[in-house]
């Protein structure tokens, strides 16, 4: 049974709108067995959502979201089981937040250079309750000053490669996230594998990569993901002797589509990344 496994969400320590604790009692509510928040590139929403899954009873895990450049795109990696203490982890992190800070502001000055858009920085930042700005931040903003009608309006028309506030990625290689996740304890997990829009030939060799780096799992069950998807990542994982698991990428409950732990099961084929918790 997935049905129990939720194991890719969000908080305000990233770029999810609710607080660690409120997302553990939302899991909770709706019948999650197991939540992991894995937060973009910070460790800062776990003590909190540990201690509120363990005053309700809730399995919890702690886990964090790394972002990756690769052959110029970006990727996401999901550490799961992860010491939040561990000093390797924490400096890799840091340096990746270090770069974010920078980012958001150098979106906020081409915003202003390129599209008109004054103070964007400032705003999106009063969109951010942790510390990290990021460019969701800057969609609820553009939002809210009438720029777009929607968030996903905002990533197309401002935010991706050839507009106004795109800045690329300079993040962390994928040798050095799983080295940082595994160093830690942790299990490296693709995210939403599908969301890359990879041909099935440079997906096979990405996970030919990340497996001899070490990589434990596949996202084969996503709220980013169709049942086909599912199906076919399956498959994949399968073939790479990946392990395989499962997150909605909760964000917050404006995105009602997306609801925590509302996911299909796991593929009869697949083997659970929790088989052996
Ligand atoms: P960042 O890591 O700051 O570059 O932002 C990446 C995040 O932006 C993702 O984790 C999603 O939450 C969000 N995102 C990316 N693309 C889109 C999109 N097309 N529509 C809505 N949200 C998106
Ligand atoms: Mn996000
Ligand atoms: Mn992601
Ligand atoms: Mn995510």
């Known amino acids: 049974m997935s049905a129990g496994y939720d194991l890719h969400s969000h908080s305000i320590a990233s770029d999810g709108t609710l607080a660690p604790a409120e997302l553990v009692r939302r899991a909770h509510a709706t019948g999650v067995g197991c939540l992991a928040l894995t937060d973009h590139d910070t460790l800062a ?21 790394i972002s990756v450049s690769w052959n110029q795109r970006t990727l996401h990696l999901v550490g799961l089981g992860i010491d939040p203490e561990h000093a390797e982890l924490r400096q890799g992190l840091a340096d990746l937040c270090a770069f974010r800070s920078w980012r958001a502001e150098e979106i906020g000055r081409r915003l202003k250079r390129d599209a008109g858009i004054a103070d964007a920085f400032v705003g999106a930042a009063s969109h951010a309750k942790g510390e990290l700005v990021g460019r969701t931040h800057f969609a609820h903003f553009l939002v809210q000053i009438g ?7 905002v990533f197309k028309h401002f935010l ?7 800045v690329p990625g300079d993040w962390a290689s994928l040798e050095q996230a799983i080295g940082w996740i595994k160093a830690a304890g942790g299990q490296a997990v693709l995210a ?19 497996k001899e780096l070490g990589g434990a799992g596949l996202e084969v069950v996503s709220g980013s993901h169709s049942l086909d998807d599912c ?10 002797v990946l392990l395989a698991s499962a997150g909605s990428d909760y964000h917050g409950p404006e995105s009602p589509w997306l609801e925590l732990g509302r996911l299909p099961p796991l593929p009869s084929i697949c083997r659970p990344i929790w088989q052996d918790w």
Do not use: C, I, N
């Not at 009873?57 to 886990?63: F, H, P, R």
């Not at 720029?147 to 309006?153: H, P, Q």
């Not at 991706?160 to 795109?166: A, D, E, F, L, Q």
């Not at 199906?231 to 790479?240: E, G, N, V």
């Open 45 to 65: 929403g776990l003590a909190e959502g540990r201690a509120e899954a363990q005053r309700l009873g809730l399995g919890w895990v702690d886990g964090v979201e």
């Open 147 to 153: 720029r777009a009608k929607g968030v996903r309006e």
């Open 160 to 166: 991706v490669s050839g507009k106004p506030g795109h």
């Open 192 to 210: 939403h594998p599908a969301r890359y829009k990879l041909t099935r030939s440079k997906l096979r060799g990405l996970l030919g990569q990340f």
């Open 231 to 240: 199906q076919t990542m399956a498959h994949h994982a399968r073939d790479f």
